[in-house]
């Protein structure tokens, strides 16, 4: 069996560069040097030589939680309290099945691939696949598998061979909308980040339903949608910049996220403003931060626990080759009214 010391012998690496790659530590890890040890490990078959000493104990008992995220590993960013609520709820519900978790936040669909090989996950959870990698993890998954909150790309059908559980973004976004509306709130913004026309999964599900709604009532959409900055480093200039520009006429920020309405109550309350009374302030995801702000935040709500344990509940369904009824659910968002909108109509 090849070692990780023939591996860096082979490739000219240092072993510990060898294992970084292993486990998906590639961030000091020249592009070159990647791709040439990545190919050892493919040449001698590494992964598969670790499962076999894995699987020789009866199988690995483990459950992996994967998380593709780039722009966040790229940036270092590891503050979204959504990411810590879910992995606690998966973990928790893997536990109780006498499971072990397993969690690897990943840049790539190769690096994912990798690493649920090298450690033989019995299943994983994937989380963050973008619509455009689905057909190569369906060509290439053999591992029983549930995503989170994926959407079907219209130049992919194998939404009929995954399985999925997710928030019914939409429906939740246009009931959001639906309230601003009611409250007099005329010129929303819906604001995430990166180019609004490259948006996907629930960043573009979310805007499709803030769109709809403000179509139904006869609004126009037009200047609906604000690309905000990929890296989040950046977020508070830009946001510093909106400000300034008295937010482009207005009436409401609905960001796709309470980490991102969050910073931006800390940025506009900063500026000497006023929330509601100077700009209403709406999140989503209903984590700690909503509840914890000051305003408290009007958000939607999602149940992560029930998320979680749905995607547990299909994920040793596969397992155990027991018949799956329903491979889409999709869990319904609760409006949650906090103190950041202003009433522009009385009720």
Known sequence: MVS??????YTGASP?????????????????????????????????????RILANNGSRIIGLIIQDNIGLTDREFSNPYVGELTQAIEYHVRKQGYYLMYHKS????????????WQMEGVILSGVQPRELAQWYQHLKTPAIFLDVFQDETVD??????????????????????????????????SRG???????????RRDGVLQEMRDHGLPVTTVCQGMPKYFSEIEAWLDAFIQRRFDGKTVLFFASDLLAAVALSRIQGAGLTIPDDISVVGFDGNILSRFASPKLTTISQDVNLKAEKALTMLF???????????????????????????????
């Open 195 to 205: 180019k609004s026309e490259r948006w996907q999964g629930v960043d573009a599900q």
């Open 158 to 191: 194998v939404a009929a061979e995954i399985c999925n559980v997710g928030l019914d973004d939409k429906v939740a976004a246009a009931k959001m909308t639906a309230y601003l509306i009611q409250a007099g709130h005329r010129e929303i913004a819906f604001l």
């Open 317 to 347: 369904q596969k397992i155990n080759l027991e018949p799956i009824l329903a491979r889409n659910i999709l869990i319904s968002g609760s409006l949650i009214e906090g103190e950041t909108v202003k009433q522009l109509l009385s009720k």
């Open 16 to 52: 510990t560069t060898v294992s970084n790659v292993i486990h998906g530590r590639t961030g000091k890890v020249s592009q070159e040097k990647f791709q040439q040890i990545q190919a050892a490990l493919e040449k001698f078959n590494y992964s598969e030589q670790m499962a076999g």
């Open 4 to 9: 990780i010391k023939e591996i860096a012998k």
């Open 107 to 118: 840049q790539s669909f190769d690096e994912s691939l990798r690493v649920m090989q090298s």
